[in-house]
């Protein structure tokens, strides 16, 4: 994440990662973490460990979206029921490994909601979990 705390001031950035910036930025941030002591970015707070019931409560007081990143959060998240949407980002490059996006086991029905086209054939997909309730979101 504090990446995103500098991203603006590199040179030839396209303008959605400008924006990805700005609102990485305004956001405050949780980051569950048993090895990190202090934040690296603005706007952050450590938690130990993932609390599926601080998210609850999290995420009935939020105003707006919330995001989980990162595949073991995610799918924390997913097993606890907690994820409404998912935005996924298909990227045309190969690259032969990482995590999955989806832990084993799981389950959904979902609905496309939204699909952006970009240059160079990147494509942003949205889907909505059938039956959640709307307010976090899986990128």
Same mark, same amino acid.
């Given at each position: ?28 941030? @949780? /980051? ?6 202090? =934040?690296?970015? *603005? $706007?952050?707070?450590? +938690? %130990? ?44 490059? @190969? /690259? ?6 989806? =832990?084993?086991? *799981? $389950?959904?029905?979902? +609905? %496309? ?27």
């Amino acid at each position: 994440m504090a990446y995103w705390e500098t991203a603006h001031t590199i040179p030839g950035q396209p303008h959605f990662m400008l924006e990805w910036a700005r609102q990485r930025q305004a956001a405050d941030k @949780v /980051v569950c973490s048993r090895t990190l002591a202090e =934040p690296r970015s *603005v $706007r952050t707070r450590i +938690e %130990l460990e993932f609390d599926p019931d601080a998210v609850r409560r999290l995420k009935a007081d939020a105003e707006r979206y919330i995001s989980v990143d990162g595949p073991e959060l995610e799918a924390q998240a997913i097993g606890a029921g907690l994820v409404d949407e998912f935005q996924m980002i298909v990227c045309p490059a @190969v /690259v032969g490994g990482g995590k999955r996006f989806f =832990p084993d086991h *799981v $389950r959904l029905n979902l +609905e %496309l909601v939204e699909e952006r086209r970009f240059r160079k054939g990147v494509i942003v997909l949205r889907y909505a979990v059938q039956g959640a309730a709307r307010g976090l979101t899986l990128k």
